[in-house]
Each structure stands twice: as structure tokens, then as C-alpha cells.
Nanobody, 126 residues
Framework: QVQLVESGGGLVQAGGSLRLSCTAS????????MGWFRQAPGKERQFVAG????????YYADSVKGRFTISRDNAKNTVYLQMNSLKPEDTAVYYC???????????????????WGQGTQVTVSS
């Protein structure tokens, strides 16, 4: 069983920055592919970013490309999402997700992940 705990959300003005963290329990974090998703009220869960087990491959939604950066520190069992130039439309609950199954065919598909965190709220004011 893997537990994921997100932190770092909050209220920020448009144009500002936040860094989200997601820390995983267990000793096999380096074997998990990781992703960040978000969900705004009344909307479906949306892919934000994904990262391979070693961190050498990263993937982004078009809406955040160039503004957000996903990274990971396997020694700390943590994946990060650095969010810059935030916009009001980035407001959502942000979730991290882990794929412990060894292979991800599509990082942007929620069903590829078998563990999810509880989410952290990000609110961007205009």
C-alpha cells in the first residue's frame, strides 16, 4: 500500500508561484511513475504533468507547458510541481498520483495510476 501526501497549496495572486510537494510512503518510490492532476469545481479531473521513474522523461498538458515544472527526488520519496506565472484558471484541487504497476502507456490517463493523494487546494486570485 502506498500513501501519498500533498502539500504546498494555498492562495496566490495571478502571476505568482507555488511549489507543490507529494511525499510517498514506502521504500520503492523510485519504481513509481508519478503524475499530477487537477480538478476544478464542476469539471473533470485533468492531467497536469507526469514524470518517469528515473525523472529523465517529463510530460505536460499544453495549458501548463512553459509555466509548470515537474521534478522528483527519489532519495526523499518526493515529487514536486513548480508552478510559475499562475493564472486564475489554474485554480483547482491538485492531486498527485502513482503508478506502481511498472509501465505507463499514457501519462495523461487517470486510470494508469493506482494510488492517489488526498489533494491540495490551489487558488489563484485575479
Amino acid at each position: 500500500q502506498v500513501q501519498l501526501v500533498e502539500s504546498g497549496g494555498g492562495l496566490v495572486q495571478a502571476g505568482g508561484s507555488l511549489r507543490l510537494s507529494c511525499t510517498a510512503s514506502g521504500r520503492t518510490f523510485s519504481t513509481y511513475s508519478m503524475g499530477w492532476f487537477r480538478q476544478a469545481p464542476g469539471k473533470e479531473r485533468q492531467f497536469v504533468a507526469g514524470i518517469s521513474r528515473s525523472g529523465t522523461r517529463t510530460y505536460y498538458a499544453d495549458s501548463v507547458k512553459g509555466r509548470f515544472t515537474i521534478s522528483r527526488d527519489n532519495a526523499k520519496n518526493t515529487v514536486y510541481l513548480q508552478m510559475n506565472s499562475l493564472k486564475p484558471e489554474d485554480t483547482a484541487v491538485y492531486y498527485c498520483a502513482a503508478n506502481s504497476m511498472g509501465y505507463v502507456s499514457k501519462y495523461d490517463t487517470p486510470t494508469e495510476y493506482d494510488y492517489w493523494g488526498q489533494g491540495t487546494q490551489v487558488t489563484v486570485s485575479s
